[in-house]
């Protein structure tokens, strides 16, 4: 069986991760070292010469989540948004718009309306529907189309392949945030997107200790509107890699290491948490004083049946509505085992309000979140005392 024929389990345990040839240990050890010995002036022994520009840690975690994500290449970043960021500047020049759908992460929010902005590019928030993406793309023709699905933290659904297909009718490229989904329930270059980035702080990582990104590339995915980067490549990866040395925006050996031990549990751990969320979701329904839940996996959300075709799970998060803001904040603060915390995708259960926490930064816009939502991160606990938490906390 090849690498290609594996399943994402033992793709994540096995590719990128062979046992050490000289000591046989099973588990690669983080390269630490800032540089390298060469054998002769400029020549690499392996091909690193100075741990920024290379390091055989950070590539095999990126080969690992490459061949998770079915994509060509894999990079390992500091950050989510510096994963971003850097995509962006990839992408991009000043001049250039974008379009990227509202119900996106504050962070990235942020970076797309006000640092996107003042290096003179323009981005537009829309809807997540279909039809509306559409006609922005035809209105804007932008150089990049970006989505987050699920997304943050309303859960909105959109349709990837028909996404893709209308990016690419105008000449755009779509870019997937594939963070609340992971690899492990969603390959959005399977269904036409050019680049999928990650925050690997979440269910990469898993475990709360780690602050990483990713980027990873499609198969001969190539820069919009026909261009040479600055590199000399019309290539994404070429070009992401040359950026990444250039600027330094490279996750440390350490970050890279928890991230491939992240991956190796990743399935099983998603597995768990989708169960778990779904039972939480369907108690919440019961309870008084929720006025709506909202989750990918129940019936009646808009984006049912479209999360059932192009994924393989419906995800660890849980967004509900209760009757006020006030109501919401004691909620988030009658919890004991969900921490008020911000983030998601960990082995613990973490509740916050969005609309002053993750997402503040779209206080003032037309798209800010409302105050009575609070979001739920699923973890590893016994649902049955998640539930009971929650009962106890909403009253």
């Known amino acids: 069986m090849s690498e290609t024929e594996y399943g994402p389990a033992t793709t994540a ?10 000591t046989g240990a099973v588990l690669p050890s983080p390269v630490l070292a800032t540089t390298f010995v060469m054998d002769e002036p400029g020549i690499p022994r392996a091909g690193y010469d100075y741990s920024r520009s290379g390091n055989p840690t950070r590539d095999l975690f990126g080969q690992t989540l490459a061949a998770l994500e079915h994509g060509e290449r894999g990079f390992a970043l500091p950050s989510g948004l510096a ?4 995509l962006l500047r990839v992408l991009t020049r000043p001049g250039d718009s974008a379009v990227f759908s509202a119900d ?33 793309l035809e209105e804007i023709r932008p150089a990049v189309l970006w989505l987050e699905t699920p997304s943050n933290p309303q859960l909105d659904i959109i349709d990837i392949a028909q996404a893709a297909q209308a990016a690419h009718q105008v000449g755009a490229l779509l870019v997937v945030d594939n963070t609340f989904a992971s690899p492990a329930l969603q390959q959005p270059l399977t269904l036409g997107a050019d680049v999928v980035v990650h925050s690997t702080t979440k269910s990469i990582g898993g475990h709360s200790d780690l602050v990483g990104g ?5 198969a ?6 026909g261009r040479t980067g600055v590199s000399g490549s019309k290539s994404i990866a070429e070009e992401v890699a040359y950026w990444q040395n250039a600027t330094g925006c490279v996750a440390s050996p ?9 991956l190796k549990t990743l399935a099983v751990r998603v597995q768990q ?10 108690a919440l329904k019961e309870l008084p004083g929720v006025k709506q839940v909202i989750y990918p996996g129940l019936p009646e959300h808009r984006g049912h049946e479209t999360a059932k075709k192009q994924m393989s799970g419906f995800g660890a998060v849980v967004a509900f509505r209760v009757d006020s803001p006030k109501a919401a904040r004691a909620i988030c603060k009658r919890t004991k085992l969900f921490a008020l915390a911000v983030s998601l995708g960990s082995v613990e259960s973490l509740i916050e309000q969005p609309a002053s926490m993750t997402h503040a930064t779209k206080a003032d816009d037309e798209t800010a979140i409302p105050e009575d939502l609070i979001r739920l991160a699923v973890g590893l606990e016994d649902v049955e005392d998640l ?9």
């Not at 539930?387 to 009253?395: E, N, P, S, T």
């Open 214 to 218: 990713a980027i990873v590339t499609a």
């Open 220 to 225: 001969h995915a190539r820069l919009p509107k």
């Open 273 to 282: 948490a989708n169960a778990s969320a779904l039972k939480i979701a369907q």
């Open 13 to 22: 345990i096995h590719v990128g991760q062979e046992p050490d040839p000289i």
């Open 83 to 86: 994963a971003e960021d850097l």
């Open 254 to 262: 350490q970050d890279a290491w928890l991230a491939s031990r992240g």
């Open 104 to 136: 996106v992460y504050g962070g990235t929010f942020r970076l797309f309306t006000q640092v996107f902005a003042a290096e003179g590019r323009t981005a537009r928030p829309v809807g997540a529907g279909l039809a509306q993406i559409k006609e922005a």
């Open 387 to 395: 539930i009971a938490d929650l009962k106890q906390a909403i009253g």
